[in-house]
């Protein structure tokens, strides 16, 4: 009886102590299984891994299988609820995985963005580039009129349009410079190919001094054997016929505007205009004739007839020329040279125009008096062309050619033309 007594109460003893125990273990148990979802949740949103989520899994595993056994009903209950929660936190925690099912769905399933193809746009851009190529050699070549590379025999055509400077002035802009004439000149004699030069004059003169240098690159070109044609246009005047005298044939229009054989210096006298604006100057000056042309004042008598001596002494020159190379006498060029304007068949008749023709007659003239056989190739030196209008602005160049002839169109010494 003792011993069932004991054994009951021994018992009851255990059950006594193991339920608080339970209770308050299974208590702990939550409170620890809550705090631990809670740093799930944080490190899911910071790690983003699945393996973390599987760790985390396996240790609230391990806290539920590693309780003391369940002893009652009421117990059990706290513990499947515990372990409900814990489930239900854990679950939201871990983003959905996929089962053996999903890994083995077809990978047309899954949302692939195919990479869209390039090779149009290379194809466009390849042709874009050929384009700009072909386009830059045809303009080479439309500058150079097709015969950039030819090998025939050529005929060089020259154009002198504008008023006739001496400067390195860009062509185009209503002056042609001596400079540019006379390198061109050169270059077609270096061209073995090169058998006759055409100028097409197209010029009612300008710097006296100008044409005096194209005059003797012209001169140079008809000695060396190469055959000089002139080919005047609406007018070759004055300078522009001083250039022309020596070449070896003049073809113009019947109605070109030519000769103006002579010189002129001109002088401004503004004195008027100063005293009644009320500007008055004073002039220091080392020598009489150092301040001559001025505007601020007249020229006096020696200054008159040193001018006058300049003048004879230019237009003495400009005879010459032309009288040498139109095979005249002075006497009969001095006779035409009083300064006047003829027309191309007054011209032709007094002898300082030799044929009529236009500028594709004078190219025929040409290649027959340089000896070209069969095709012949026209190459046009400085003729105005398609990229000096694509590379140049006509507003510009115009303020451009007021800078280059400041020094020519404003000069004290007035000009000599």
Known sequence: MNGDN???????????HLYPYSYEESKTDDIQTSVESDDIINKVEEEETSVLNKSEETKIDETVINRPPVNNIDEMDSVNDTNSRATEVTEKAQPKKETMTDYNKPFRESSVVKKKSRKWQYITIVAVLLFIIGASFAVIYQTFNGDLYSSNEKVAVIYVQGTLITSSIPGGLGYISSEEVSDNIRKALRDKNVKAIVLRVNSGGGSSTAGEEIYTEVKKASDSGIPVIISMGDVAASAAYHLSAPADLIVANPSTMTGSIGTIW????????????GVEFYIVKSGEFKDMGGSWRGLSDDEKEYANKVVAEVYGNFLRDV??????????????ADGRIYTGREAKELGLVDEFGNLYDAIDMAAEMGGIKGERTIIYMN???????????????TVSAEEFLRYYEENPYGQLS
Request: charged share 35%.
């Open 6 to 16: 004991s054994d009951k109460k021994t018992e009851d003893d255990v059950e006594y």
């Open 266 to 277: 001109t002088f401004q006298n503004l004195s008027a205009y100063y005293e009644e604006e």
């Open 323 to 336: 009288a040498e190379g139109r095979s005249m006498s002075i006497s009969e060029v001095k006779d035409l």
């Open 383 to 397: 003729k105005p062309s398609l990229s000096s209008l694509l590379f140049g602005s006509e507003s510009k160049a």
